[in-house]
């Protein structure tokens, strides 16, 4: 089955940046994804990369993080700039299948153990 890891987490100031990565094994996932969690919140949707290759991301990020895959290394890439407060969280690599219609957030059901960004102000 499909085994995901994360890493690139760690710590920066507000307007920092860092890049996240997650190392993709076993068959290749058709979508691929970002969420994120903190501290007794749900885990929220960040952004999307879709079988075809075409991305989406939330609101929240728009404009300061990219989704994007290297396929040649089989693995998916999180750049995030202009790190806010509200950014920490635990983030988590995950994948499922497609459907008709594309990604759409429920599908994604397999899970990496998550890598830490914490920003300060």
């Known amino acids: 089955q499909v085994r995901l890891v994360e890493s690139g987490g760690g710590s920066v100031q507000a307007g920092g940046s860092l890049t996240l990565s997650c190392a993709v094994s076993?068959?290749?996932?058709?979508?691929m994804a970002w969420f994120r969690q903190s501290p007794g919140k749900e885990r929220d949707w960040v952004a999307t990369?879709?079988?075809?290759?075409?991305?989406s991301v939330s609101e929240s990020v728009e404009g300061r993080f990219t989704i994007s895959e290297d396929s040649t290394r089989n693995t998916l890439y999180l750049r995030m700039n202009g790190l806010k407060p509200e950014d920490t969280a635990m983030y988590y690599c995950?994948?499922?299948?497609?459907?008709?219609?594309?990604?759409?957030?429920?599908?994604?059901?397999?899970w990496g153990r998550g890598t830490q960004v914490t920003v300060s102000s």
């Open positions: 995950a994948a499922g299948p497609r459907r008709l219609t594309g990604c759409p957030r429920t599908v994604f059901r397999i």
């Open positions: 076993g068959p290749t996932p058709s979508c």
């Open positions: 990369r879709n079988p075809l290759g075409s991305t």
